[in-house]
């Protein structure tokens, strides 16, 4: 933006360097553009991609919600991932630069990378994965998480990664329901000095698995594991095979051919595997990046999520690939083995570009600036947050004590569904500390009342989005009715978010928080459903029932209301137990804070658990209208 419109509240404007930097000046001539040819605006976008063979049409919305875009084309996205630039001076430029926890690393070229991803490839191959199969991969922050996703996408088979953190039932559950032929994990993984034992969780998950043939091993900690023989093969093994070289061809797919499903939790039941495809994702998620973290040659950037969300898919793996940028990863925690890892890393590497999520800023604040101020932070030049609302006091710190006051701060606003940032500034745009500023170009959002009214600037509602962008999710893997019911039928023709949010008069959106049945735990997003199955499939619980309540570093943490079965006694050792138990079923991350025995829960008259009265009376609120309360 270049003129200075007076703006409410409390503004942080570009300086003069990070507009003299930035590719795209003028914001708002963009958005004008885009505003008025959606279409063409994508369309111009899509076309510094190559394609095998270009669209008849941009975007078909005659069936919509089952839109389709690039209509006719043909693409892969490791074609413009990999393949493309092998043919110019990226061939040599690092794609990725990688530390594991316990300081070894590695530095990874286009070409480098092209001969992995071309070897695993092919061993998946000599497995009978083709086009359309499913794979999970279940692995901790390695590069053959990286290899492996890009082997599927390159043959044209629909990966499913699941989180690394997430326990047996969780990775049975998507096994299963996803018919994986194979899965792909490793030894272990290290974790703040500790094995995080990934083989032995899939050796669980997968005993009773009907669709599983193959499960492929990468080392990485050494230890002695259990290998099922005719099953179980080892990566390196495999790839001493002559099947495994150094050449494949890569898969020509429909723009519309499934890329990825991803699991995720919604507002009822098991988590549903979002959809995602070649085509528009690679557009979607290769655009945002582009405007807004700038990404340029000399840029290193750090997007320090794990590859197995969203975040990860899109802005570790795919969209810095696509734009043939340097990223860098990290296998451990961040305050190991001291709580100046991260500052340690960007210091050693030279990062320039960092996107992390507001808890660990949090978390890593409460350390004291001490940490960060031992190290050299000015390679930094922008930095980025996701996942859950940030509260402006942890925005001024991590401005302030990591940005040195000069690294404008990218708060993208984004869903698993959604594929790329959709609420976002980019680097010239006046910040607000705890906004995203206004919808990425070509969207537009709305905040309605129940009844699908707009509501006046300042109120809250629910956040709606107006257009179709070429990165949205397709479908929910074969439930196409839930994918219908779920985003597109509270208002018709609107995109439902699931989330409140306000918008001001200045026209920038403030997230509030869910508004349906999933928890954001440390940004990771959980569904009381899969915490309260957990919870009853402990013999002493006959009914539970689990909400969200704020925390400090997590901004959202677990508690769960437990009625025992007759005859169990309600004793503190029991509330353990059950914590273990969750965390046992679905990871440490669903771990609740607290669990408390009570005798009944409050119902509807249907019989629905109404967590929302709950948490009014945990929070000491109104507790509202309580009139379909049972008794
Ligand atoms: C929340 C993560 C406020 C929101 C990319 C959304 C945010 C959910 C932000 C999606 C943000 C994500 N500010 N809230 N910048 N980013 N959220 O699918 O509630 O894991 O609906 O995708 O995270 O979570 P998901």
Redesign the pocket.
């Known amino acids: 933006m270049t003129a200075k419109k007076q703006l409410q509240g409390e503004v942080f404007y570009p300086s003069a360097e990070v507009v003299e930097k930035a590719r795209l000046k003028d914001w708002e001539a963009t958005a004008q553009w885009a505003a008025e040819d959606l279409e063409g605006f994508w369309a111009s976008e899509a076309e510094e991609l190559e394609w095998y063979k270009k669209w008849d049409q941009v975007l078909d919305d005659s069936k919509a919600p089952f839109y389709k875009w690039f209509v006719g084309a043909q693409t892969n996205i490791v074609h413009n991932a990999i393949d493309r630039h092998l043919k110019t001076w990226r061939r040599n430029k690092l794609a990725l630069i990688w530390e594991g926890e316990p300081g070894d690393s590695r530095a990874i070229s286009y070409h480098g990378l092209n001969r992995e991803v071309n070897q695993f490839a092919n061993i998946l191959k000599a497995m009978g994965v083709g086009k359309g199969d499913r794979v999970t991969i279940y692995m901790g922050r390695i590069p053959e998480i990286m290899f492996a996703m890009l082997a599927c996408a390159k043959l044209g088979a629909i990966h499913s990664v699941v989180y690394g953190g997430f326990s047996v039932d969780a990775l049975q559950g998507r096994i299963d329901d996803s018919e994986s032929k194979v899965v792909i994990t490793a030894d272990g993984g290290w974790m703040r000095g500790k094995i995080v034992e990934l083989k032995q969780i899939v050796d669980e998950a997968v005993k009773h698995s009907p669709s599983v043939q193959t499960v492929i091993v990468v080392k990485r900690t050494g230890q002695e594991v259990y290998m099922e023989t005719g099953r179980d093969y080892w990566y390196h093994d495999l790839a001493q095979l002559p099947i495994a070289n150094g050449d494949c061809e890569t898969e020509k797919l429909d723009a519309e051919d499934p890329l990825f499903i991803l699991y995720?939790s919604g507002t009822t039941g098991t988590p549903k595997a979002i959809l995602h495809t070649h085509g528009g994702y690679m557009v979607g998620t290769s655009t945002t990046l582009k405007y807004v973290f700038d990404l340029q040659d000399d840029d290193r950037w750090w997007c320090a999520a794990d590859p197995g969300?969203?975040?990860g898919h899109s802005y570790i793996v795919y969209a810095p690939l696509v734009l043939g940028a340097t990223s860098f990863m990290y296998e451990g925690a961040p305050n190991y083995p001291y709580p100046d890892r991260w500052w340690k890393l960007i210091a050693k590497y030279g990062l320039s570009v960092f996107y992390t999520a507001p808890t660990a800023i949090r978390g890593l604040m409460r350390f004291g600036e001490s940490w960060p101020n031992r190290h050299d932070l000015s390679s930094l030049r922008l930095l980025g947050?996701?996942?859950?609302?940030?509260n402006p006091e942890a925005w001024k710190w991590y401005h302030r004590v990591i940005g040195g006051e000069r690294c404008p701060i990218m708060?993208?606003?984004?869903?698993?569904?959604t594929g790329n940032f959709m609420i976002t500034p980019t680097p010239v745009v006046p910040l607000k500390p705890g906004s995203?500023t206004r919808p990425f170009f070509g969207q537009e959002a709305e905040i309605l009342d129940d009844d699908g009214n707009l509501v006046a600037d300042g109120e809250e509602g629910y956040m709606v989005l107006k257009h179709p962008w070429p990165a949205m999710l397709r479908t929910i893997y074969k439930n196409p009715d839930r994918y219908v019911e779920q985003y597109w039928s509270k208002y018709p023709g609107y995109y439902t978010?699931?989330?409140s949010a306000k918008r001001d008069s200045d026209g920038y959106f403030w997230?509030i928080?869910?508004v349906d049945d999933v928890i954001?735990v440390s940004?990771?997003?959980l569904g009381t459903a899969e915490i309260e199955s957990a919870l009853v499939s402990h013999p002493a619980v006959a009914e539970a029932a689990a909400i969200g309540l704020p925390h400090d570093v997590k901004g959202q943490a677990i508690h769960a209301y437990c009625i025992l079965r007759a005859g169990v006694g309600a004793a503190p050792a029991l509330a353990d137990e059950l914590i273990q138990h969750v965390s046992d079923h679905i990871g440490k991350i669903a771990r609740p804070e607290e669990i408390t025995f009570v005798d009944k829960l409050p119902k509807t008259r249907s019989g629905k658990i109404m967590r929302r009265l709950l948490k009014a009376r945990a929070l000491g609120l109104d507790e509202g209208d309580t009139s379909t309360l049972e008794d």
């Open positions: 995720t969300w969203i975040t947050s996701v996942g859950e609302p940030i708060d993208t606003w984004w869903q698993t569904e995203g978010t699931g989330d997230i928080g869910r954001k940004g990771y997003r």
